[in-house]
């Protein structure tokens, strides 16, 4: 007997098919996002209700005898899932600031954007994540928290590109799109769905900010920087000021931990520290680890020391003894936004202890912020403080900075080494899942580690890293850093005399290309790889992989020859699932040249080789090629094809499957029944960002609707299929497209 949850999905998954819309057309008219109908479609949330009242009005069904089944499915235990909250912790001795946060609550609720703007270490985070933790409650689809990097020492500012790749994916939606514009076009649309209250933290520019603003519904930013962002329109300034004498006084005598009655003396640390709470709290806290001192011994020693911010930084190290002070400066020439105690062990070499020890007195002078439990970050302002310092008193930071590229190195090759990969028979023993969150957790700070290599030299570091990243690369469909970190692989590679390592690099680069659409470069890359002596595995994947890209350039006779050459490969290297897929793929070319007879036979001479899931390529190829001669063994192929990839959660086979089994019913004589699965594939693939099966797949729905009657819809799909062509420079597909075009308007 099915579950309440399943029963509840069925219903919804009927509402869907009455809708006659994809999913992202289904959610914009129940004013839902696209990620949450995913999730209440698969049967991975219980939706609240709602939102199946939305979902029964955009159909114009009664929502009533859905409550029963509904309540059963809630009751069972599933619920929407917790609120998410990105956001660092509010700061317990957070002081004055009165006016300022009612402005910025005020211009939250009525404008939905905000710039809080103010110089360095004035408190312009501080006051934007307490109000982002005092509105939780009006934003409870989830609060997010976005470094931009606009002045991190060290590192450049975030690309607009990159920055909206994250705030996606933090949104659960995945594989975002491949330009700027539908990005922020996309952010848009979700954030206009939800509740989300966002801070974009330590901005650079306008031009930055710009494209990660939300448009309409009910979400909100708050953006902080150094500059003030006049150019944003529609999105009013609150400029901070550094605390007036009252409010500074307050919040010192909170850091500090005692009253502080001595006006005078108080009065010229407030001076010294010249009213920014960075400065105020470091004060405090040397002032509070020296109980046998007074505010006027504070006071003199911050006097005796050059320069606001040298006094009170450097009054704060004074309280630290040897180890601690070189930890610290250690710690500014550490890369990535933040670290973890295993970290800063290799940065520092000292042993756990002593490490710990060092870094709780770091956390208590305010010179460390511990973000979460064992996870700590540095201020950009005493960062670039340790960074300076680091500079001219520590003689072995360029050793230290590479034994923690060396750590991020070993813990990556370590996590990869337990992922399932087709590059190795069996993963080492160890729990994938938490491997793939070490990699979630740290991607930031391994990229910003692989920077730092490349700027160091360290071809080691650099060859090696991207590799091991591949399989959550790979999970991932690749992510903005991935082209730019393999050819600078690719390039370290070659220093060291590693030519069949580039090789393998330069095939992955050509991969990560063609996903992106961009199939000349991918093949420029490939040609390149195959000039590298790649060893025999690499060299199989190249001629397969080359063939992908000559086939969906139109050039079938090379595509043909190097599936070929890939099939004498894998042959060599004793490989039944490499010599099917060339089988498979050789029986697909073939078949669109035209050979139907041959590609048959190539399609069941690969099914006959494979296995399980690694069939699905075989019995796609079989099902469109018997389709016109034996109706019912090919819907039979492509059925067990589709089945294979539901077994086996293969999103991308399953749309596949889904499409050819529209081309299948079309050339059988059911072009309304192939509709509904042309329909479905594109259900399937709309979040996965797959340009070249999007190419494909308008092509053959275009021709299904053309059959079926539907003129109007086959042009406006052909037309999609002429200006995606156009932008990804596929000339082969826009006249392909083109020829289908002018087909439909004449039969008209």
């Not at 934003?139 to 790749?165: I, N, R, V």
Request: proline share 6%; glycine share 6%; hydrophobic share 45%.
């Amino acid at each position: 007997m099915s579950s309440p949850q399943e029963r509840l999905v069925a219903q919804l998954a009927q509402i869907k098919e009455l809708s006659g819309l994809s999913l992202r057309g289904l959610a914009r008219q129940a004013d839902l996002s696209s990620s949450s109908l995913s999730r209440y479609l698969s049967g991975r949330l219980v939706p609240p209700w709602e939102a199946v009242v939305a979902l029964c009005r955009a159909v114009s069904r009664d929502p009533r005898p859905l409550r029963p089944v509904w309540a059963e499915a809630a009751k069972a235990g599933a619920a929407p899932a917790p609120r998410r909250n990105d956001l660092p912790a509010d700061l317990f001795d957070f002081t004055g600031r009165e006016a300022e946060s009612a402005l910025v609550e005020e211009l939250l609720r009525s404008a939905g954007a905000v710039t809080v703007d103010g110089m360095a270490g004035v408190g312009k985070t501080s006051l934007a994540v307490h109000v982002a933790h005092r509105l939780a409650p009006a934003y409870p689809d989830g609060g997010l928290y976005l470094d931009l990097c606009g002045f991190t020492p060290g590192q450049e500012p975030l690309e607009p590109y990159a920055a909206l790749g994250r705030l996606l994916g933090a949104l659960d939606v995945p594989h975002p799109p491949a330009g700027t514009a539908e990005r922020a076009a996309l952010w848009r649309s979700e954030l206009s769905r939800r509740r989300v209250l966002v801070v974009l933290d330590n901005a650079v520019d306008a031009e930055q900010v710009r494209p990660l603003l939300p448009g309409a519904g009910k979400s909100a930013v708050v953006v902080t920087s150094r500059l003030r962002l006049v150019s944003l329109d529609g999105v009013p300034p609150v400029s901070l000021e550094p605390l007036t004498d009252d409010d500074a006084a307050r919040l010192f005598g909170r850091a500090a931990g005692l009253p502080t009655s001595e006006e005078e003396a108080v009065g010229q640390v407030l001076r010294q520290c010249g009213g920014l709470p960075l400065a105020l709290r470091m004060a405090g806290a040397r002032l509070r680890h020296r109980p046998g001192w007074t505010v006027a011994v504070l006071a003199e020693r911050l006097r005796a020391t050059p320069g606001r911010f040298d006094s009170v930084f450097g009054m704060s190290l004074q309280q630290l003894d040897t180890v601690q002070r070189r930890v610290f400066r250690l710690l500014g020439v550490l890369p990535g936004a933040d670290f973890d105690a295993a970290v800063a062990g290799a940065l520092t070499d000292l042993p756990a202890d002593r490490l710990d020890a060092a870094l709780e007195e770091l956390v208590d002078a305010h010179l460390v912020e511990e973000s979460s439990p064992g996870r700590y970050r540095m201020h950009d302002l005493i960062r670039q403080y340790a960074a300076d310092l680091a500079a001219d008193e520590e003689p072995q930071a360029e050793a230290a900075l590479r034994r923690v590229l060396g750590h991020y190195l070993a813990q990556a090759v370590a996590h990869d080494r337990t992922l399932p990969s087709p590059q190795r028979r069996q993963p080492a023993p160890g729990d994938p899942a938490k491997a793939m969150a070490w990699f979630d957790l740290e991607y930031v700070n391994l990229v910003a580690a692989f920077d730092a290599a490349a700027r160091l030299g360290l071809d080691e570091v650099v060859a090696e890293l991207p590799q091991a990243m591949r399989v959550w690369f790979f999970r991932h469909r690749g992510t903005d850093d991935q082209a730019r970190m393999l050819e600078a692989a690719a390039a370290a590679a070659a220093r060291l005399g590693r030519h069949r390592q580039r090789a393998s690099l330069l095939a992955e680069l050509g991969y990560a290309r063609a996903a992106a659409g961009r199939l000349t470069d991918a093949l420029a890359a490939y040609e390149l790889a195959e000039r590298s002596e790649p060893d025999d595995e690499t060299a199989a994947a190249l001629a397969l992989r080359t063939g992908f890209v000559r086939r969906d350039l139109g050039d079938l006779e090379a595509a043909r020859a190097y599936f070929r050459r890939a099939r004498e490969l894998f042959e060599r290297l004793d490989s039944r699932a490499g010599r099917s897929q060339a089988l498979a793929f050789d029986g697909w070319v073939t078949l669109h040249l035209g050979r139907r007879g041959e590609a048959v036979e190539l399609a069941r001479a690969s099914v006959a080789l494979a296995e399980g899931p690694a069939q699905i390529t075989g019995l796609v190829t079989l099902g469109v090629a018997l389709a016109p001669d034996d109706p019912a063994e090919s819907l039979r192929a492509l059925r067990d094809a589709l089945r294979l990839s539901e077994e086996n959660n293969l999103r991308h086979n399953q749309a596949w499957s889904h499409n050819y089994l529209g081309v299948a019913l079309r050339i059988t004589g059911a072009p309304e029944e192939a509709l509904e699965h042309h329909r479905r594939a594109f259900e399937l693939l709309e979040p996965l960002a797959e340009v070249q099966m999007e190419i494909d797949f308008l092509h053959t729905y275009a021709e299904t609707c053309r059959v079926a009657g539907r003129p109007d819809e086959a042009l406006a799909l052909l037309d999609r299929t002429i200006a995606l062509a156009r932008e990804l420079g596929r000339p082969y597909d826009e006249q392909r497209a083109r020829a289908a075009r002018e087909n439909v308007l004449a039969a008209r």
